[in-house]
């Protein structure tokens, strides 16, 4: 009976898990965060603007890396182009709840990576063992735009 009940409750967390809408948030300070909308979940995507540069965490959903600081890279893709985005893998903020890691970098403002991440299309990362998630939804066009428009102001 308690295999019936455990196996029950996985079944309905991972369609729950599925099905959670994204919940975007720009803050004052330019930044920008796409965590799904279940509870003690890692973003997929933070960003804040400093100085024409963007400091990013990619990832956390699907995790990138070990978190040990080790150099990490992922692929992301959107709107016909790709660009590899290199840095270190670092656990993520709630990573007690979550044991999730993520790629940390800073990129430029008008680098092809930025531009794909901020462009309010879907964008896909992929990692280099092949673990892909796709990022944004019908949300993200305003929110990338609010972004961009803080980081240049």
């Known amino acids: 009976m308690k295999g019936v009940v455990f196996a029950t409750a ?3 967390l991972s369609f729950a ?3 959670a809408k994204t919940v975007w948030s720009v803050e004052r300070v330019p930044m920008i965060e796409a965590r799904p909308s279940e509870p003690e979940s890692d973003a997929d995507l933070r ?6 540069h963007v400091a990013v965490r990619i ?20 709107d016909g182009k790709s660009a590899k985005v290199q840095g270190v893998s670092k656990t993520t903020p709630d990573v007690e709840m979550t044991g999730g890691t993520e790629l940390v ?3 430029p403002l008008d680098s092809p990576a930025a531009e794909i991440l901020f462009s309010g299309k879907v964008v896909k990362i992929v990692t ?7 990022l944004f939804d019908a949300d993200s066009s305003g929110a990338a735009k609010k972004f961009l428009k803080q980081c240049k102001g």
Do not use: M, W, Y
């Open 128 to 134: 280099p063992d092949q673990k892909t998630h796709t």
């Open 105 to 107: 970098t800073d990129l």
């Open 17 to 19: 898990s599925a099905n």
């Open 59 to 78: 990832g956390g959903a699907i995790g990138v890396g070990k978190g040990n600081g080790e150099p990490v890279s992922v692929k992301i893709e959107g």
């Open 47 to 52: 960003a804040i603007c400093f100085d024409g």
């Open 10 to 12: 996985i079944a309905v």
